[in-house]
């Protein structure tokens, strides 16, 4: 059984920059799609950005493009989403999610349908205030 979960979120101000970490317990990650996704108070749950097994390819949604930047390190069992330029509107819970195979990154209707994934963490809070 895959356990995944989440870590560095925390309290930044507009501009700053966080990092957050999605490590696993039962298997690795290393063949699993791996989506980040995050929910603001009172809107529903949106994917920010996706990654495939080996590393390569990558996706992120309009709003995080460029700011946003997700990679993994097989050796240390890690996904990691550096956030940078962070805005008031990244505020929320942010999810790491771990599908089943590879094939969620693939789907022909994109990568952030949740139900693509299986495994979720807790959620980790991410405020962006002055």
């Known amino acids: 059984q895959l356990q995944v979960a989440e870590s560095g979120g925390g309290l930044v101000q507009p501009g700053g920059s966080l990092r957050l970490s999605c490590t696993s317990s039962?298997?690795?990650?290393?063949?699993?799609?791996i989506a980040w996704f995050r929910q603001a108070p009172g809107k529903e749950r949106e994917g920010v950005s996706c990654?495939?097994?080996?590393?390569?390819?990558?996706e992120y949604v309009d709003s995080v493009k460029g700011r946003f930047t997700v990679s993994r390190d097989h050796a240390k069992n890690l996904v990691d989403l550096q956030m940078n330029s962070l805005k008031p509107e990244d505020t929320g819970v942010y999810y790491c999610?771990?599908?089943?195979?590879?094939?969620?990154?693939?789907?022909?209707?994109?990568?952030?349908?949740?139900?693509?994934?299986?495994?979720w963490g807790q959620g980790t809070q991410v405020t962006v205030s002055s």
């Open positions: 990654i495939n097994g080996p590393g390569g390819g990558t």
């Open positions: 039962g298997r690795t990650l290393e063949y699993h799609s």
């Open positions: 999610a771990a599908a089943l195979t590879d094939r969620a990154f693939y789907h022909r209707d994109g990568c952030y349908k949740p139900d693509l994934y299986d495994y």
